[in-house]
């Protein structure tokens, strides 16, 4: 069964930290690109970070510096180092892959930054 399943969202205050976390099945994870995307109310899905099967990363420009994304191959997981976070960061973050012939997501978990 192909599934992704993020973990780790919640309430933090600026400037406070969050991991999440994507448990994902061996056959959508392995040797593929993995993703974080979040979409905040009334606005689309953007893309947060990349990893490569190969463990190459990229960042949007808004969280450069501050979003960290790494791979556990042994794990089949994918997480979201999230530090210095902004209310602007509150969002349902998801984790996506694309698996020939479709993309994957997960239910996707939320994150809310504020006061």
């Known amino acids: 069964q192909v599934q992704l399943v993020e973990s780790g969202g919640g309430l933090v205050q600026p400037g406070g930290s969050l991991r999440l976390s994507c448990a994902a099945s061996r056959s959508i994870f392995s040797g593929n690109t993995m993703n974080w995307y979040r979409q905040a109310p009334g606005k689309e899905r953007e893309l947060v970070a990349t990893i490569t099967s190969y463990g190459s990363t990229s960042y949007a420009d808004s969280v450069k510096g501050r979003f960290t994304i790494s791979r556990d191959n042994a794990k089949n997981t994918v997480n979201l180092q999230m530090n210095s976070l902004k209310p602007e960061d509150t969002a349902v973050y998801y984790c996506?892959?694309?698996?020939?012939?479709?993309?994957?997501w997960g239910q996707g978990t939320q994150v809310t930054v504020s006061s």
């Open positions: 996506n892959v694309y698996y020939y012939p479709r993309n994957y």
